[in-house]
């Protein structure tokens, strides 16, 4: 267990509205990840960060903004979801002077 | 931008049957990583190879990454059914800040 939280662990959301998914870490990493995972599609990268304030994107960026304002904390947000967007969520950390990543429990979102 | 590839999809075996899954990457890669997930959980990391040939044992899991860099396999001796689960390779860019990911070999094994 890399101490990796997500937050909330199912929701269920209407096309249109916005929607907004916590990663939370307790030690302190430099690099946080979000992923979606769909069926046929493995893992896929949103976003990703490498400091407070200090993000990119992934292959799978738009419709989704990310904020870290806290090393701790790492926000991916929806801003209008689409049916598109139903997927599981995973984020996931890398530690310091190491390369392999360690993921949250996921979160499963609905858009109906 | 990179691809990494991976076969089979899905297979089936009988207990105690060997399984491989196959990794290839359009690029040179910084290093390799392999994942499993179990039905319903979520990716952990099982080991990382960096070096070209590289070969690297996990008790009945055996590892390796081609001399180009730009190919991978997992290989499982005499399967047992705690080994259900997706196995995914991941190629880490040059920068060395980003993986992706392939779409994953699916696991199945019958007592």
């Known amino acids: 267990d890399a101490g990796i939280t997500q937050s909330p662990r199912h929701k269920v959301t209407e096309t249109g509205t916005p929607v907004t998914l916590r990663c939370h870490q307790t030690e302190n990493h430099r690099y946080m990840y979000w992923y979606r995972q769909d069926p046929g599609h493995g893992l896929r990268l949103i976003h990703y960060?490498?400091?407070?304030?200090?993000?990119d994107k992934g292959e799978v960026s738009d419709g989704y903004s990310v904020s870290r304002s806290k090393t701790e904390d790492f926000l991916l947000t929806l801003e209008s979801a689409t049916s598109s967007q139903t997927s599981v969520y995973f984020c996931?950390?890398?530690?310091?002077?190491?390369?392999?990543?360690?993921f949250g429990p996921g979160t499963r979102l609905t858009v109906t | 931008g990179q691809q990494v590839m991976q076969i089979p999809q899905y297979q089936h075996v009988q207990e105690g049957e060997d399984f491989t899954t196959y990794c290839n990457s359009s690029t040179t890669l910084s290093n390799i990583q392999w994942y499993k997930q179990r039905p319903g959980g979520h990716p952990v990391f099982l080991i990382q190879l960096v070096k070209s040939g590289e070969v690297k044992k996990q008790k009945r899991l055996t590892f390796q990454f081609g001399e180009a860099k730009k190919n991978s396999s997992l290989h499982i001796t005499a399967t047992q059914t705690t080994d259900v689960g997706t196995y995914f390779c991941?190629?880490?860019?040059?920068?060395?800040?980003?993986?992706?990911f392939g779409k994953g070999t699916m696991l199945l094994v019958s007592p």
């Open positions: 991941a190629g880490m860019n040059s920068g060395y800040s980003t993986l992706t």
């Open positions: 960060s490498y400091g407070v304030k200090d993000t």
């Open positions: 996931a950390i890398r530690p310091r002077d190491a390369y392999e990543q360690y």
